[in-house]
Structures are given as structure tokens and as C-alpha cells.
């Protein structure tokens, strides 16, 4: 009986090993090259106030504002309207900043959520880059938090830090109010963030994130997630980087209109984080310098 057990437990490592053997050939394989930063003609400029084309900086020109704020969206009309006017709400008050522009950058195609937040910071003009939902979940004014976080950090490593806001405390509150099955799926990720890509960071799917312009300028260089985990992604490389980083608890509502779909998005985002761990493990992904974009 021992000895049939142990034979078991050999065919069942073996067939493990074997398994996760062919999904590393798979992953390598499949592995796209780093996304092109490259602009279409369409993408280079943006309205100004007065119907007129101007071109959008680079966040390799030096800044020229103390905050960017990069908002994606698509199908938002009736989310984003809600979400700005408390922004700029907001900044207004806080003269140091002021919202003397906003500027619309149309794409061409869609690149995914983290496609279209890496064209905006690309974009930017500040020395510290905000990254906001446009659902506006999180209250803006807490961007003040993340602000004190990310200056708790210094001195910053080569002028990089991030600050990420959070909802960990309210996971308690969030429990009680999702089904059995929908805990499950988010203990599951919450695992798999852990053990496959990012250590100490205990919500990476916030959408309201600080950089400082270094860290903002080396981490979106080396990013090939363009969909719902690049996130994860981002702070991989930060970590890979040795990119200090702060978790800061925010407070968050949630908004009806999400395009996630539970089990599918979650399903899609786990298989995310095994290929993005196979693939800088097995070489297919590998860390980029800052680069500029064509």
C-alpha cells in the first residue's frame, strides 16, 4: 500500500512537472515582443481651446507642471463626466497645480486599459503622474494620501517612487457583500499575485496609482501587458527594479458599470499572471532601459 502511494505521489509530480513544462514552452512561444511605441499620425496631437492642433509633449522633455493626470476611458459618457468635475473641482482649489488644460488624446485603436494609460503618461507634462479610473471609485482629493506616501519614501532611488493607493482595509466590508463564489475567485487571485509576480503589495488592481516622472518613464518602457493585468505587471517591474513603493489605503465606492465580467475577466487575468511569470523566467520578456518612443 506504501509503496503503491509513493508511486502516486512520483506519476503525480512527474505529470506536474511535465504540465508545467509545456505551458513554459507554450508561454515562450506565444510570447509577443515589447509592445511598439509607436504613435499613428492621428495620435500626436490634440485639440487645443480654440479647435486648433498642438502636439502632445513627451515625458522624456523635462515637466513643465508639478501633477499629470491620466485618465483612460472608453464608452464613459456617463461615468467620466461625473469623475472630472471633481477633479477639476479639486485642482482648482490647489493653486499649485491648477487645471489650466485638459487635453483629449483620441487612439486609433484600442491598446487595452494599460495601452492607453502608458500613451498618456507618455504624454505627460508632470513631474509626478497620477493615473485615475474614470469611474471615479476613489475620492480625488485623496490623491493627497498618496502624495504623503510617496514623499515618506525619499530619498528616492535615481528620482523613482511610486505610491499606490489601496483597498485592502475594506476587504472585510467587500466579503460580506459578494457571494460565496466571487470571494473564492478574488482569494484566488490574491494568491496568485503573491506567489507568482508581486510580494507585500496587497491590492495591485487599484486604479488611482502615483510615479514620480523616473519611475513612471521606466516602468511603462518595460510593460507588455496591455490589458486588465498589466497593473501586476507594473509593479513586477518596479519590484524588479528595486522601485520603492507605498501602499496607501484610500476611500473607494464602487460605481455600476464595471466591464469586468467575474469569472471570465478573472480567468483571463490568473492566465496573465502564470505567462507573466514563465515568460521573464524563461527569458521571452526581459526587463527594457527607459526607451523613447517612435
Keep these: 500500500m506504501a509503496l503503491l502511494l509513493l508511486q502516486l505521489a512520483v506519476l503525480g509530480a512527474t505529470l506536474a512537472a511535465a504540465a508545467l513544462v509545456l505551458i513554459s514552452i507554450v508561454a515562450f512561444i506565444t510570447a509577443t515582443k515589447m509592445p511598439a511605441l509607436h504613435r499613428h499620425e492621428e495620435e500626436k496631437f490634440f485639440l487645443n481651446a480654440r479647435g486648433q492642433k498642438e502636439t502632445l509633449p513627451s515625458i522624456w522633455d523635462l515637466p513643465t507642471k508639478q501633477l499629470s493626470v491620466v485618465v483612460p476611458s472608453y464608452n464613459e459618457e456617463k461615468r467620466l463626466p461625473v469623475m472630472m468635475d471633481e477633479a477639476l473641482s479639486y485642482l482648482e482649489k490647489r493653486q499649485k497645480y491648477g487645471s489650466d488644460k485638459v487635453r483629449v488624446m483620441t487612439l486609433v485603436k484600442n491598446r487595452g486599459k494599460g495601452g492607453a494609460i502608458r500613451m498618456g503618461i507618455f504624454s505627460s507634462r508632470g513631474e509626478k503622474i497620477l493615473m485615475a479610473d474614470a469611474d471615479g471609485a476613489t475620492k480625488f482629493p485623496d490623491v493627497e494620501k498618496l502624495e504623503k506616501g510617496l514623499n515618506d519614501l525619499q530619498p528616492w532611488p535615481n528620482q523613482m517612487a511610486i505610491a499606490c493607493g489601496s483597498r485592502a482595509h475594506l476587504e472585510k466590508e467587500s466579503i460580506a457583500q459578494r457571494s460565496y463564489f466571487r470571494t473564492l475567485l478574488m482569494y484566488g487571485f490574491h494568491f496568485l499575485v503573491w506567489f507568482l509576480c508581486v510580494k507585500g503589495i496587497r491590492d495591485t488592481q487599484c486604479g488611482f496609482k502615483l510615479f514620480t516622472r523616473e519611475a513612471a518613464s521606466q516602468t511603462f518602457s518595460s510593460l507588455h501587458v496591455e490589458r486588465w493585468a498589466f497593473d501586476v505587471e507594473l509593479l513586477y517591474i518596479a519590484q524588479c527594479f528595486k522601485i520603492p513603493i507605498a501602499e496607501i489605503a484610500v476611500n473607494w465606492t464602487e460605481i455600476e ?38
Design 257 to 294: 458599470g464595471s466591464k469586468l465580467v467575474p469569472f471570465w475577466s478573472w480567468l483571463q487575468m490568473g492566465k496573465d499572471l502564470l505567462f507573466i511569470r514563465l515568460r521573464y523566467m524563461t527569458g521571452a520578456w526581459r526587463l527594457e532601459q527607459t526607451r523613447k518612443m517612435n
